[in-house]
């Protein structure tokens, strides 16, 4: 089933998003967000050719509030959920930095995973208890444990709640490097490869999460949330705040100094 997955996945960049690079036409969503015809036909593809992999609903980012809440309540023995472009606004703007992101959930917790870069060609993908992979390497790729001050820290200020919080982190945070992207889904996968060594957001989105958690986790990595530790657990699904670290001894590190700045 994964194989099937990452294939679509594949299929989907090549029909109906690459062809709409650089030339595509945009809107803004009630929510201020943008919104491109590459998003619209990229989901309904999925939502026809999903089932065929494994029956059950599609929950898509470009549905209403209302129509996700109910997928996902009357669906927890089994839903895939779909961000057709994260990255839109890198993806309008020609910026190479945008992904299909594809997971199916179950009981609340993603089991399967796929997150795919078209302009890369990299593919990340995960099953859960089976390991993660980019284009068929085990992850990660890049293996090298570092001290705090030496991180690469993949950091979304602009989401972080707390005034305090988001202002140590211009000011004192304790990592070496900051990146921000632009791609949530890319974040999970780049930390999954070593690239990143930690990361923080105030609040993804469900499809933001969904694939990318979990190919941190079968890549060995540790994630919470600024209000716990248990990442999967609690009410708030559609937006989830995230801590998270490739190497267990670094990401303790990491939360504790989150959790003293908050």
Known sequence: ????????????????VMPRFLDVAVSWKPDGSLLTEADLA????????????IDCPMLGE?????????????????LWVV???????????????FALSCAY????????????????????????????FLNGRPLPARNVEKQLH???????????RSGKLSSRMNTLAPFGSLRSMGSSTLDWCYLA??????YVHGGQKLWDYAAGALI???????????EGDDFWSGEHVFKRSVVAGLHQRLFARWLKWIRENQ
């Open 42 to 53: 990229a989901q309904a593809v999925f939502a026809e050719r999903l089932p065929e992999i």
């Open 216 to 226: 941190l986790e079968e890549a060995g990595g540790s994630l919470a949330t600024l």
């Open 1 to 16: 089933m994964l194989d099937k997955l990452h294939v679509l996945v594949r299929e989907v960049a090549r029909s109906e």
């Open 83 to 97: 961000d057709p472009i994260d990255g839109t606004n890198n993806f309008i703007n020609g910026l190479p930095h």
């Open 193 to 198: 490869a070593g690239r990143y060594d930690i």
């Open 150 to 160: 030496e991180a690469i820290a993949g950091v979304e200020i602009k989401y972080l």
């Open 105 to 132: 959930v179950k009981n609340g917790r993603s089991q399967m995973g796929v997150i795919y870069n078209p302009v890369s060609d990299e593919c990340f993908y995960a099953e859960r208890c089976k390991g993660a």
């Open 62 to 78: 470009e549905m209403t509030s209302q129509r996700q809440m109910e997928l996902w309540k009357h669906n927890r023995h089994g």
